[in-house]
Structures are given as structure tokens and as C-alpha cells.
């Protein structure tokens, strides 16, 4: 009896996670969208890059993701680029998202 309580708090925890996770990262990729370009922007961003590769095995998270990431302006991604080149290896839902934001990084720059 104790035993499944337990697991049904262990399982309630998780999910609580990673709905707490989903509006982090929303409310992240919301103020890299809006904000214009700061230090504070930098931070956030490599923030932002450490939750989505800390945690690429949530679906809903990288589905997010791939939809929104796109929508921040390019020049607020650079700054992680190095960081996001050496996970073009990597395999997953992200790896999509990190060749998209590799890409447009290059056509900014090259513009």
C-alpha cells in the first residue's frame, strides 16, 4: 500500500516537472522573442540551449521547441553557436532544430 503511494507521488513529482519545465522554457523563448538584443538576452539564451539539451528526451518539450525557436530573431542566437555546432552529431527530435539554428546563424552572417 505505502509502496504505491509512493510511486504515485514519484510519478505526480515528474509530471509536475515537467509542466514546470514547459513554462520555463516558454517563458524564455517569450522574452528572447520580444526583448531587444542585452547581455541579459546572451544569458538567457544559453539557459534556454542547456534546458533544451538537458532534456531532449521530453517530447512535448522538443516539439515546443521546434516550433517556437525558429521565431527568435537569429542574432540572439550566435552567441550559443559554437555550443550548437558541436550537437549537430547528436541524434534526436533536436537535432532538426539545431541544424534550422545553424543555418540561419550562417545566412545572417553571411549577409
Sequence with gaps: ?????????????KEERVEYLLITVRNYISSLK???YSL??????FRLC??????ANIEELCDMAVEEVPQIPTYK???PMYQLA???GTSGNLNDL???????GFFFLNK
Design 1 to 13: 500500500m505505502q509502496v504505491r503511494q509512493d510511486k504515485n507521488k514519484m510519478d505526480k513529482r
Design 50 to 55: 542547456s534546458l533544451l539539451f538537458d532534456n
Design 34 to 36: 520580444l526583448n531587444s
Design 98 to 104: 539545431v541544424i534550422k539554428v545553424a543555418l540561419f
Design 40 to 45: 541579459e538576452n546572451d544569458l538567457i539564451v
Design 86 to 88: 558541436a550537437r549537430l
Design 77 to 79: 542566437l550566435l552567441p
